[in-house]
């Protein structure tokens, strides 16, 4: 066994699917634990060993990580109930947003070696941006085991000062929803515009989607590509006139992802 995975909702059956649809992990390499039935049985269906409690772990389990994928309310409870496989040299990591090492240590003891992952729900059709952050006690061939990990689940950066991970929450963690909101918000201008609902839908989503594409494997940086869009004194350079007149959408976005920072900060204090 190499890996526990502790909670198996959503998030926590996405990344299990990654990694055995990849072949980084052999299903006999994972075991589950997760108490609600349903979620247990889904993960069982996988083919991993799938137990509703840490104790019915066998007693020589030695796992190298511990994938913590619980909410954030709960996590410092269930991390103190695998200390003695982080006394043993396991990896703890923790995708549960605020919850910083100082606080996983407190209940781990202060040489364990931990990591916090801040994932995000593109994760689950393994589109995800995931970001990591170590502790100075984690093996550096560890960091690259979980690196290969959530590599299945999408794009994945690291960072050396854990300050940050409140910027990253506000950027990629709860970005999907600023994008969502903004394909919400073109498809209503959409039928503003005459257009029947289903095709103001279908041309706000795939533009979105086309762009976001072309942005990522064009190599182009996207003021360049926003430029070759933009005819002069046309239609674009009309729309964008009312986006980028004293820069509007870059305030804007800058004063949501500042609130977004700002209560991130503050769920790690509560």
Request: net charge negative; charged share 20%; hydrophobic share 50%.
């Amino acid at each position: 066994m190499k890996v526990i995975l502790a909670g198996c909702g959503n998030m926590g059956h996405a990344m299990l699917a990654g990694w055995l649809k990849s072949g980084r992990l052999e299903a006999s390499e994972v075991a589950v634990v997760e108490p609600n039935e349903a979620l247990r049985a889904r993960a069982g269906a996988l083919g991993v060993a799938a137990l509703a409690d840490v104790a019915e772990l066998p007693a020589g389990a030695a796992p190298s990580l511990i994938v913590l994928a619980v909410k954030p309310q709960v996590i410092l409870n269930v991390a103190g109930a695998y200390r003695r496989f982080a006394d043993d040299g396991a990896t703890i990591l923790s995708i549960a947003a605020g919850t910083g090492v100082a606080r996983l240590a407190g209940v781990l003891g202060d040489r364990a070696s931990i990591m916090r992952c801040m994932p995000n729900t593109p994760a689950a059709i393994g589109k995800g941006m995931l970001v990591t952050y170590a502790n100075p006690h984690v093996p550096e061939d560890v960091k690259a085991f979980v690196s290969a990990l959530l590599a299945t689940s999408g794009e994945v950066a690291a960072i050396t000062d854990e300050g940050l991970m409140d910027a990253v929450t506000a950027v990629s963690g709860s970005g999907p929803a600023y994008v969502f909101h903004f394909i919400e918000c073109l498809t209503a201008a959409a039928e503003r515009a005459g257009l029947p609902a289903e095709t103001a839908r279908l041309l706000a989503m795939q533009t979105t989607y086309g762009a976001a594409c072309l942005a990522a494997e064009s190599g182009e940086e996207p003021g360049v590509l926003r430029q070759q869009v933009t005819s002069p004194n046309g239609t674009t350079a009309a729309a964008l006139s009312v986006l980028m007149g004293e820069d509007r959408l870059k305030k804007l976005l800058g004063e949501a992802v500042e609130a977004a920072r700002i209560r991130s900060e503050e769920l790690g204090r509560d």
